[in-house]
């Protein structure tokens, strides 16, 4: 075995968003035997468990469903595959029409209309991953406007 992937909520996390004290060990053995695990979230980088998993030899995550991999302890950028802006745009503005709720993951960061916001309080999930999603997006009046003033 060469290397162990793990996702976060519903998997690594407990249902209060917490990582137990056997696969933080589990984690601390796989690692100190040469074996590299890795993160593997939907999560943006700025949503990971970073003081949960200090310590614990985890270099890598794989965010926002595959889109961008990053060096923890850096926090740089090894890969990332965006869409395009077009593409972007044209989602984010179909999106705004029905009644969801939507991020964008930017530079690590989750970004999240006001509008929305009522929507997110709809969610039917775990409150825990609920409450992370409510607290943890950074909420603008306009993504797309956003997006072409910081040229992301």
Do not use: W
Request: glycine share 6%.
């Amino acid at each position: 075995m060469k290397l162990i992937a793990l996702d976060l909520d519903g998997t690594l996390f407990n249902n209060k968003s917490q990582i137990s004290r056997e696969n933080i060990k589990a984690i601390k053995e796989a690692t100190a035997a040469g074996i590299n695990v890795v993160i593997s979230t939907g999560r943006p980088f700025g949503g990971l468990p970073f003081e949960a998993i200090k310590d614990t030899g985890i270099r890598y995550a794989i965010t926002a469903n595959g889109s961008a991999i990053y060096e923890i302890d850096t926090k740089k950028c090894l890969y990332e595959n965006c869409l395009s802006d077009g593409t972007a745009f044209s989602i984010i503005d179909y999106l705004m029409t029905k009644r969801v709720h939507m991020d964008a993951f930017i530079n690590g960061c989750g970004y999240s209309p006001y509008k929305c916001l009522e929507d997110a309080k709809d969610l039917k999930m775990p409150p825990s991953i609920k409450e992370y999603i409510m607290t943890t997006r950074k909420r603008v009046n306009d993504i797309t406007e956003m997006m072409r003033e910081n040229n992301y």
